[in-house]
């Protein structure tokens, strides 16, 4: 009987001090953006990205256009006999010279297209990441992960919100 007792007893404690269901945690709701995706595929970005490859293209150009000069210039050196004539040796260093003016614009122009790039990516994803907020705070996600591509292992296609970020910002960022 009073084994009885005792565990009448400990029924009741546990029912008086456990938590009322309401009480307990909330389930977390985590969700996922694929951000490069995003910054890809939104009007800005696709805008962004086709000044971008005009002014590569444009640059491009002027370097094929020094390039071909500096080979046609190489040709006709590369037929002189003699190399130790002092007009000759003059033309030899006047194309050495050239050829590293071409090699500092090549790096500086690759820099500062790479500089632009990441100025342009830097305005979207801030403008990105306002409306992520808005989404976790209206959707009461409790965490909203950012991904790359091959990175994520495997996750239930209805915790991607890269689509909704992407509708959501071309909407308010034509």
Not at 91 to 108: A, D, N, P, S
Not at 140 to 164: C, F, G, M, S, W
């Amino acid at each position: 009987m009073s084994t009885l007792r005792f565990a009448l007893a400990a029924l009741v404690a546990a029912a008086t001090f456990a938590p009322a269901p309401e009480a307990r945690a909330e389930d977390p709701v985590i969700g996922y953006v694929n951000i490069q995706r995003a910054i890809m595929e939104v009007e800005e970005g696709k805008r962004a990205r086709a000044a971008l490859e005009k002014t590569f293209e444009k640059k491009q150009a002027d370097l094929r256009k020094r390039e071909e000069e500096l080979k046609s210039m190489k040709d006709s050196l590369d037929r002189e006999t003699n190399k130790n004539d002092p007009a000759v040796r003059a033309r030899i260093i006047e194309f050495e010279k050239k050829y590293k003016e071409l090699q500092e614009i090549f790096v500086g122009e690759s820099q500062s297209l790479q500089k632009q790039q990441a100025e342009e990516v830097a305005k979207i994803q801030d403008k990105m990441r306002k409306i992520i907020t808005e989404i976790g705070k209206s959707g009461k996600y409790t965490i909203i992960l950012e991904v790359q591509e091959n990175r994520l292992l495997y996750a239930k296609p209805h915790l991607d919100l890269t689509n909704e970020v992407i509708r959501k910002y071309n909407g308010r960022h034509k």
